[in-house]
């Protein structure tokens, strides 16, 4: 069988987390079936979709890493690959099943219909369709035409079980009186949702549907549909949502939910794709750095969770901070560059701000972090940041300490860690200040805080003339 999944976003905003979840599910399912994933937009919606979020969605799943074999920008043989462009299909297949009698013009307004059920409910119910036009004679469908109403097209659904497999949820069944004749075609002539996805999925030769589960109630409308069509159903896998930590469905509420907010924040691509594959998903190994490699060749549906996964932001931070620790060092630093630009940092000198960036990234979990960790890079003066720096600064032994490394530091030529280490140890010597007392007042007069990256590092990269300066400044009689 030749394996072909799709991943079909509406271009109606930015790449959420959670589609983004099921692109990378798709492709990694690709890849690994060695099969072709096609990339349908489906841009029905024509008030809410755009080119620019099409281009946006398709930028940031190249920014993933993921590719595709078909799409709108790379032809194959089952094309166009917009629904925008695929209207006329769908007018096709829905001719054919009006010819064979299981669809219908329907010219009932939304107004009328709800009237009808509230007379006949006693409440409204929108969702309703109660068949007033499923045995219209021609005579009436001419009345309605010549009173200018344009009909849908609805879809009569059978009586009956809807029975169909999901590769996760098992045996899944739906009653057919539970679903009313639903809308194929809306009096535009433009495709729903539910018809549109049927007869691109079947043109398009998809061997499996892989979407999140809040789709799992179109499902029955679709598997009907493909009967209907005298298409093959293909395999569903309706993947458990995303909820955020209070157990809802992941949205804005919930803070950064699309791609893009992650990228411009400073965090790697392959910590998403990591983090996201893992939501509902885990390794044999137990391995939990997996590469986009690693997760083709062990991925297996049957170790897939099947119930909702919880998005762990400090999770997805500890494993960007691991990815920005261990990528190429040059990497980090072009990517971490413009976030010391933006904060006003002067970055002229690269063989400076590549050690900077060397030491903070130790420190952070996103790029838009190093400017507050590489700060103490780039001041002239610094200031203790807190009454607790301030008062260690006062201290008459951090005083003593301040005159000694002064003194000491005159007669050495540079400033290695060696050097800094040799010097720490002969204060303690003479001054009988040791452990904190003699390196948290050092800290603070060379960077204002009382924690912060390794000191001897800090030390090497300020430079002599730099600690000359700040030791100066931390001492009483300048302040
Ligand atoms: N356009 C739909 C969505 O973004 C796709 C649903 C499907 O995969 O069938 O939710």
Redesign the pocket.
Known sequence: MNIRV?F???PTGYLHVG?AR?AILNWIFARHEKGALILRI?DTDFERSTRAFETGICEDLRWLGLDWDEGPDRDGDFGPYRQSERLDLYQEYAQKLLKAGKAFRCYCTPEEIEARNKAKLGQPDQGKYDGHCLHLTDEQKRAYEAEGRKPVIRFHVPEGTIHFQDVLKGDIAFEGENISDFIILRSDGVAT?NFA?VVDDALMKISH?I??DD?LS?TPKQVLLFQALNFSVPTFVHIPMILGPDRSKLSKRHGMTSVRMYREKGYLPEAIVNYLSLLSWSSESGDEILSLERLVKEFDFRRMSRSAAIFDSEKLNWMNGWYIRNAPLERIVALGLPFLEKAGYDVSDRNFVTQVIDIARGYVDYLAQLPEIAKIFFQEKVSPESEEAAEILALESSQKVFSAFLQKLDAKEKLDAETFKRIMKEIQKETGVKGKWLWMPVRVALTGQVHGPELPRVVVLLGKEKCQKFLEQALAKNR
């Open positions: 799709r079909a976003p509406s589609n099921t489906e949702y996805v549907v979407r999140g789709h179109n």
